[in-house]
């Protein structure tokens, strides 16, 4: 199989998912604990212009979109799903949300921040780079980025990429893609709303960059790590635009 096309599948699948699930949303999906990031989302709102444009990145159904809201920043959101941008709308009527993937982003020198939330996991290596370097371009000078990175156990994902090998996907290490094939279509023979959130987990792609690959990417993209930590099951990386000085 055609790794870019397969990859294409991976994408339209993930977006088709979140469609199917976006109803039980605010009930059931995507509700898991998450004290470090509310931690890291202060550190962010402390370091960005008071005020300024937000970007909320693969916002979901905007979860964390009402924290920006309160701190007195505007926001636009943006995800490739149209069910969770309904769901965001409808909790969220002030915020502009457009239906556009991370993949996508055109945006010059707008954001003070953005925020990317447990959702880079579902981005495959081909697509980080360029990625981070929309992110780059999209904020200001001096501007801020906070995203996660969802850890994973090294076994688990070494054994499902034999799996996936053996049975000829073209996957490469750090995927784990073996099973969403089978669970997609178990989310869809249930009509996604009563899919529950472990089999949805597992119906998308993931996959899973060392620290240190994601640090080099960040550095490429023309940015700079401030802020690392772990909790509430997902790393967390606060990095900045840097600012190039003008000569005289």
Same mark, same amino acid.
């Given at each position: 199989?055609?790794?870019?096309? &397969?990859? /294409? ?5 993930? $977006?088709? @998912? ?7 949303? &605010?009930?059931?999906?995507? @509700? ?5 990031? @509310? ?11 008071k005020g300024g444009m937000v970007l909320s990145a693969a916002c979901g159904a905007g979860r964390y979109d009402g924290f920006l809201l ?16 309904? /769901?965001? /709308?409808? /909790? ?40 981070l370097k929309g992110f780059q371009t999209s904020l200001k000078a001096g501007g801020v980025l906070y995203f996660t990175l969802?850890?994973?156990? !090294?076994? $688990? ?17 750090? =995927? ?8 997609? =279509?178990?989310?869809? !023979? @249930?009509?996604?709303?009563? !899919?529950?959130? =472990?089999?949805?987990?597992? !119906? ?40 190039? =000085?003008?000569?005289?």
């Amino acid at each position: 199989m055609d790794r870019a096309e &397969w990859l /294409r599948q991976m994408r339209v699948k993930t $977006e088709a @998912l979140y469609d199917y699930v976006s109803p039980q949303y &605010w009930d059931i999906f995507g @509700l898991y604990p998450n004290e470090t990031h @509310l931690k890291f989302l202060q550190m962010f709102l402390g370091l960005i212009d008071k005020g300024g444009m937000v970007l909320s990145a693969a916002c979901g159904a905007g979860r964390y979109d009402g924290f920006l809201l309160e701190s007195g920043h505007s926001v636009l959101g943006i995800d490739q799903s149209a069910g969770m941008l309904a /769901r965001a /709308r409808k /909790r969220f009527p002030e915020v502009r949300y457009v239906k556009k993937s991370l993949q996508e982003m055109d945006f010059h020198e707008m954001f003070a921040g953005a925020i990317c939330m447990d959702a880079m996991e579902h981005i495959c290596p081909e697509d980080w780079p360029g990625i981070l370097k929309g992110f780059q371009t999209s904020l200001k000078a001096g501007g801020v980025l906070y995203f996660t990175l969802e850890p994973a156990d !090294a076994g $688990e994902v070494e054994a499902a990429y034999e799996r996936a090998r053996a049975g000829g996907l073209p996957v490469v290490p750090g =995927e784990l893609a073996d099973e969403v094939d089978a669970s997609y =279509e178990r989310v869809k !023979a @249930l009509g996604g709303q009563d !899919a529950p959130g =472990e089999l949805a987990d597992v !119906a998308v792609y993931h996959y899973y960059p060392s620290l240190a690959q994601v640090q080099d990417w960040i550095g490429q993209a023309g940015l700079t790590v401030e802020e690392v930590g772990e909790g509430s099951d997902y790393q967390h990386i606060l990095a900045r635009k840097q600012i190039i =000085e003008q000569k005289s």
